[in-house]
C-alpha cells in the first residue's frame, strides 16, 4: 500500500480499489471516497477523525523542520557575510613593517588571530617520500615522465637550497604576534556614534550615550588614538630591522651590502640606498690549494731598514749569507713572506723578504750602473764595452746560457732537510787560502782516526815509481785516456806538474765512500761546482784565518816569518773566496788556535750520524 499526499487530504490506493468503486453506489462513493476502502463502515466512520490528526500533526512537524533549517542557513549566510566584510576591512588597513597579524588558511577554514598557531612546513625528504610513492602507484608511461621530471627538479641542490628558504621565511612571516591597533580615530568615531544616537529615545541608545560623554571613556579612548598612531608609524628602514631575522637561512650566512649613490655614478632613475641581500653560492668549490712551504738557503745579506722598496720596514725580515729562511707565501712574486729557522717561535708574523726574481733584476740593474759608473781608462775601452754588454744581457736574456747568466746573481737556493745512511757518508772537503791550517787540520784526521778516514786516490800520467802501488798511491793511466776521462767529466779537479797530468776523479772518491769510510778532500775553489753538481753530496767546510795579528803569531810556532804584504794577501784571498764561493759552504772555521779548530771540525763531522743538514733540493730530486 502507497500512501500520497493531495492539498492535504490523504488518498489510499490498492489493487482492488476499482472493483470496489463499480460495487458502491455513487452516493456512498462519494460519502466515504477519504476512507479505507477495505475497511467496514462502522469502524471507518470511527477511527478517521484520530489518524488525520496525527497525520497534520506530522506534517506541521516537517514544515517547522523545513523553517528551523532555513533560519540556521540564513544564520550562517549572514556570518560568512560578516566575516567576509571583515576580512575586506583587515585588507584596507595599511599593514605594520612585517607581518604582525598573520591569516592562516587552515583545513577547518580562516583564523583570524592566532597566537599559539604552529605553522607546519614540508621537509624535502618527505616531499621526495611522497613522490617516490606515487611513481609507485601511477604507472601509465605519461605520468612515469612527469614524475622523474619533478624528481629531478626536486633533487636539485638549489632547488632545495630555495626550499629550505621558502620554509625558514614562511615560519619566521607566521610566528604569534603581538595585538596591532586596527585603527588611531577611535575618538572620532565614538564623536559620530554620539550625534547619531544623540536624537534618540531608546533606552539602550541613551545608555551607550552616557557611556560615551563618561569622562573616563574619553580619556581611555584619546590614550588609545596616542598609542595607536605611535605603533601605526612606519619604521625607519635600517637593516638591524629589515633584516634582523635574515641572517643564516639555510645554515648559510646572509651578508648585506649597501651602496650610497653618488653623484657621480651613472645610474639611472636610482637615488637612495641600494641593498643587497648576498646568500652564499651553494655550488662546490674546490678548496683553495694550500700553498708549500719551500726552504731556501740566502746568498746575500738583507737589511729592510736600508730597503727603500720594500712595502713596510716594520715587517721586513733582516737576514744573513747563509742563513736558512722558510717561505710561507709567494703570491707576490716580489715580496715573500718567510721565517727565519729557528724563530718561528719568537717571530709571531712572516716577514717580507725580497722574491727571488725581483732580487735578480735590482742585483742586476746595480752591476750594471756600477759599470757604466767605472771611467774608461786607456787600454781597456773593448774589454770594458764587452763586459757592459754581457752584464746587459741579464736583464734582456735572463734564460739563455750566457757566460754572465743569472746563476752569477746569487739570491736563494731551495734546500731540503737530509740525514745522511750510516753505510754511506757525506766525503768532508776542507777548503781555505794557503797557510791557514786546513792541510794540517786533514793530516790530523787521517792520523788520528785511519779507520774512519780516507783520501781518494789521485790519478796521473807519469810513470810508477819503484815504491809505489797502483791503487793505493795513484792510478797511472796513459795520457791519451786521462784526457779523454776530462772530456767525459769524470775529474773534480785536475792539474799539469812538470808535463805530467794530475787529478782526482769522482770515482775514486765514491770508493772510498762505497767502503764505509769518510773521504777527506783538500780541494781549490774552482773545483767546488762540479763536486756539488755530483752524486756525492759533499759536506763543505771553509777554514778561515784569523786577525792578522793573530795569524802572524800561528805562523811564527810552524817556524814561518811571513811579510806583512803576504799577510794581508791571505786575507784579501780570504774575502775573496768567500765572496766568489762562499755560496758552496756549509759551515765556516776561524783557526785561531789549531787544537780548538781540530775538535770544532771533529764536532761537525760527529753531527752528520746524529743530526739531519740543509742540502740542495736537487740532491734529492
Request: hydrophobic share 30%; charged share 30%.
Amino acid at each position: 500500500m502507497t500512501t500520497s499526499h493531495m492539498n492535504g487530504h490523504i488518498t489510499e490506493d490498492s489493487d482492488s480499489e476499482a472493483k470496489n468503486v463499480d460495487l458502491a453506489s455513487p452516493e456512498e462513493s462519494q460519502k466515504h471516497r477519504e476512507m479505507a476502502v477495505d475497511c467496514p463502515g462502522d469502524l471507518g466512520s470511527r477511527m478517521m477523525p484520530m489518524r488525520r490528526s496525527a497525520q497534520l500533526e506530522r506534517i506541521r512537524q516537517q514544515q517547522e523542520d523545513i523553517r528551523r533549517r532555513r533560519e540556521e542557513e540564513g544564520k550562517k549566510q549572514e556570518l560568512d557575510l560578516t566575516a567576509s566584510m571583515r576580512l575586506k576591512k583587515l585588507a584596507q588597513i595599511p599593514p605594520k613593517t612585517g607581518i604582525d597579524n598573520p591569516i592562516f588558511d587552515t583545513e577547518e577554514g580562516i583564523v583570524l588571530e592566532s597566537p599559539h598557531y604552529t605553522v607546519k612546513t614540508l621537509e624535502v625528504e618527505e616531499l621526495l617520500t611522497s613522490l617516490k610513492h606515487i611513481q609507485h602507484v601511477l604507472v601509465d608511461p605519461q605520468s612515469q615522465e612527469d614524475i622523474s621530471l619533478i624528481l629531478q627538479l626536486v633533487q636539485n641542490t638549489d632547488f632545495q637550497n630555495a626550499f629550505k628558504i621558502h620554509n625558514a621565511v614562511t615560519v619566521h612571516m607566521n610566528k604569534a604576534s603581538p595585538p596591532y591597533p586596527l585603527i588611531s580615530n577611535a575618538q572620532e568615531l565614538a564623536q559620530e556614534v554620539q550625534s547619531v544616537l544623540k536624537p534618540s529615545h531608546h533606552k539602550d541608545g541613551q545608555e551607550l550615550n552616557a557611556l560615551l560623554n563618561a569622562p573616563h571613556m574619553q580619556a581611555l579612548l584619546l590614550a588609545h588614538d596616542k598609542v595607536a598612531e605611535q605603533e601605526m608609524q612606519p619604521e625607519p628602514l635600517t637593516d638591524e630591522k629589515i633584516y634582523e631575522n635574515i641572517g643564516v637561512y639555510g645554515g648559510e650566512t646572509v651578508k648585506i651590502v649597501r651602496i650610497e649613490k653618488a653623484r657621480d655614478i651613472p645610474l639611472a632613475d636610482m637615488h637612495g640606498t641600494l641593498t643587497f641581500v648576498l646568500i652564499p653560492s651553494q655550488q662546490s668549490k674546490p678548496p683553495p690549494a694550500k700553498e708549500t712551504v719551500i726552504h731556501v738557503k740566502a746568498h746575500f745579506d738583507y737589511d729592510p731598514s736600508d730597503d727603500p722598496y720594500v712595502p713596510c720596514r716594520e715587517l721586513g725580515l733582516s737576514f744573513q749569507k747563509g742563513d736558512i729562511l722558510h717561505v710561507i707565501s709567494q703570491e707576490d712574486p716580489n715580496w715573500w713572506q718567510a721565517y727565519r729557522d729557528g724563530d718561528e717561535d719568537n717571530q709571531p708574523l712572516a716577514g717580507l723578504i725580497p722574491g727571488k726574481s725581483f732580487q735578480q733584476q735590482r742585483e742586476a740593474m746595480k752591476q750594471t750602473i756600477e759599470e757604466d759608473k767605472e771611467p774608461e781608462k786607456s787600454g781597456k775601452l773593448w774589454c770594458a764595452k764587452k763586459n757592459k754588454k754581457k752584464r746587459k744581457k741579464v736583464l734582456y736574456n735572463a734564460n739563455k746560457n750566457d757566460d754572465y747568466d743569472n746563476e752569477e746573481i746569487l739570491t736563494y737556493e731551495e734546500m731540503s732537510l737530509y740525514h745522511q745512511p750510516a753505510n754511506r757518508k757525506r766525503p768532508i772537503v776542507l777548503i781555505g787560502p794557503q797557510n791557514c791550517g786546513q792541510n794540517e787540520l786533514r793530516q790530523r784526521l787521517m792520523n788520528n782516526e785511519v779507520d774512519r778516514f780516507a783520501s781518494a786516490v789521485p790519478h796521473t800520467t807519469r810513470s810508477r815509481r819503484e815504491t809505489e802501488v797502483a791503487g793505493r798511491d795513484y792510478h797511472f793511466i796513459s795520457r791519451q785516456a786521462f784526457e779523454s776521462d776530462i772530456a767525459a767529466g769524470k775529474f773534480i779537479e785536475y792539474g799539469e806538474f812538470e808535463k805530467n797530468l794530475y787529478g782526482t776523479s769522482i770515482d775514486s772518491v765514491r770508493q772510498v765512500i762505497n767502503s764505509g769510510k769518510i773521504c777527506l778532500l783538500n780541494l781549490h775553489t774552482q773545483s767546488l761546482k762540479t763536486l756539488r753538481n755530483s752524486d756525492l753530496k759533499p759536506y763543505i767546510i771553509f777554514v778561515a784565518p784569523p786577525s792578522q795579528e793573530r795569524l802572524r803569531a800561528l805562523l811564527a810556532k810552524e817556524g814561518k816569518n811571513p811579510k806583512p804584504e803576504e799577510l794581508r794577501e791571505i786575507i784579501e784571498k780570504t774575502r775573496e773566496m768567500e765572496q766568489n764561493n762562499g755560496h758552496y759552504f756549509d759551515t765556516a772555521i776561524v783557526n785561531s788556535d789549531l787544537d780548538k779548530a781540530y775538535q770544532e771540525l771533529l764536532r761537525l763531522i760527529n753531527k752528520l750520524d746524529t743530526e739531519p743538514q740543509w742540502v740542495p733540493s736537487t740532491w734529492l730530486r
